[in-house]
Each structure stands twice: as structure tokens, then as C-alpha cells.
């Protein structure tokens, strides 16, 4: 059974930093790219960015609004993905997923496996 | 500008047909496919059609998807109690270079 599990809820003062996690289970994990999607309270789904499988070069891409302060990295070896966000500000605050993305172009994308989410809290 | 467009909300009564638009642009939906995925409350989103009008394993008949030009549109049919979610469209942009939600359309099923 495909499975991404997250690490749990966070609650971080502006301007730190923070990391979380999603470990994947029941496939071959280092096939895959891996997306995160956030969604703040009350709010719909934004893309945050993602990063491609190894055999694609293990490079990220990032929406616009998030490049510089948000990072993506993974380690096969672990079958993790990690999403770093420096300098956290209010607006961070939202329930973070990390999705499979299955497909490699807008011809056949998807997400069709996601996590369970990951509460980010960002007050001091 | 690269937005899908959602109405907010939608209704209709069990048994019944809905509908659920999106409306994008020649950059996202008329250039790429679409997906939808449904977010019931208090759950992380679930792929519910991809590639325009495919449904995974395990998501009833009920549901299709179809895509004309710069539209695309979800059906439900026979609605039920348990269908009330929150349904998002989603392309792929190719002027941002990555995928494109949609703000959500909220069924609600009296």
C-alpha cells in the first residue's frame, strides 16, 4: 500500500526557520517526484514546488511566490523528502501536504498519492 | 494571468446531477490536462479524475470529468450525503512552469 507519512505539527516564531518531513512506504520511492501543497485555514490549495526523481536530475522547481525562502531536498536512501521554510512569516501558517506525483510533463501529471498533512504555526 | 477560475458553491438535493465548472486559459487547460480532487472535510485531498476524464480504481461511475478549450467540467450524478466536499480543479501552467489549482468549489448536498 503506497503510504506518505508526515512528520506532526509545528509552532515556530516569525523570522526562524523550520523543516518537515514526509517519508514514503509501499513504493519505489526514488521513481518519483514529490510535490508539497499547502493550504491555509479556511483556504484552498497552493502550490508550493517540488522535486523530480534522481533519474531526472533531482532538481527542484518552486512557485514564484516561494522561491528563496522555501527549500526542497530529499534522501532516496531514506525514502524522505524534506521542506525547509527560513524566515517564517504569519502567512506561512497552513497545513502542509506532500504529494506522489505521478506523469513528468502537463501531459500526464498528477498527484495521486498525499500525505496527511502537517499543521505549521507561525505566531510568537 | 494564470488563475482557474471555481464557482464558490453549489448544491442539489440526493439523487440529483451537478455540475462543477473551471475555467482556465490557453496556457493551462487548453494546453495541458485536467485533474480534480476532492477534499473531504478535515482530510487531505483525494485524486478524484485525471486526464480530463479518468477515474482511479475505487472512484465510482458516478463521477466524470470532460475538457472543451479553455473549460473543463465535473459531474456527479445520483449525488449523496457523503459526496459533500470541497472539489478542486487543477492544471498544469506552463507560464509558471508548475501546476495550477483552482480556488475550490464547496457541493453541498441538501
Known amino acids: 500500500e503506497v503510504q506518505l507519512a508526515q512528520s506532526g505539527g509545528i509552532l515556530e516564531q516569525p523570522g526562524r526557520s523550520l523543516k518537515i518531513s514526509c517519508t514514503g512506504s509501499?513504493?519505489?520511492?526514488?521513481?518519483?517526484?514529490i510535490n508539497w501543497v499547502r493550504q491555509a485555514p479556511g483556504k484552498g490549495l497552493e502550490w508550493v514546488g517540488f522535486?523530480?526523481?534522481?533519474?531526472?536530475?533531482?532538481?527542484?522547481d518552486y512557485a514564484a511566490s516561494m522561491r528563496g525562502r522555501f527549500s526542497i531536498s530529499r534522501d532516496d536512501s531514506k525514502t524522505t523528502v524534506y521542506l525547509q521554510i527560513k524566515g517564517l512569516k504569519s502567512e506561512d501558517t497552513a497545513v502542509y501536504y506532500c504529494?506522489?506525483?505521478?506523469?513528468?510533463?502537463?501531459?500526464?501529471?498528477?498527484?495521486?498519492?498525499w500525505g496527511q498533512g502537517t499543521l505549521v504555526t507561525v505566531s510568537a | 494571468q494564470s488563475v482557474l477560475t471555481q464557482s464558490p458553491s453549489v448544491s442539489g438535493t440526493a439523487g440529483q446531477r451537478v455540475t462543477i465548472s473551471c475555467s482556465g486559459s490557453r496556457s493551462n487547460i487548453r494546453s495541458n490536462i485536467v485533474n480534480w480532487y476532492q477534499q473531504l472535510p478535515g482530510t487531505a485531498p483525494k485524486l478524484l479524475i485525471y486526464s480530463n476524464n479518468q477515474r482511479p480504481s475505487g472512484v465510482p461511475d458516478r463521477f466524470s470529468g470532460s475538457k472543451s478549450g479553455t473549460s473543463a467540467s465535473l459531474a456527479i450524478s445520483g449525488l449523496q450525503s457523503e459526496d459533500e466536499a470541497d472539489y478542486y480543479c487543477?492544471?498544469?501552467?506552463?507560464?509558471?512552469?508548475?501546476?495550477?489549482f483552482g480556488g475550490g468549489t464547496k457541493l453541498t448536498v441538501l
Open positions: 509501499g513504493f519505489n520511492f526514488g521513481d518519483f517526484a
Open positions: 522535486i523530480r526523481s534522481q533519474t531526472y536530475g533531482g532538481t527542484t
Open positions: 504529494t506522489r506525483m505521478s506523469g513528468t510533463s502537463g501531459y500526464d501529471w498528477a498527484f495521486d498519492y
Open positions: 487543477a492544471a498544469w501552467d506552463d507560464s509558471l512552469s508548475g501546476p495550477l
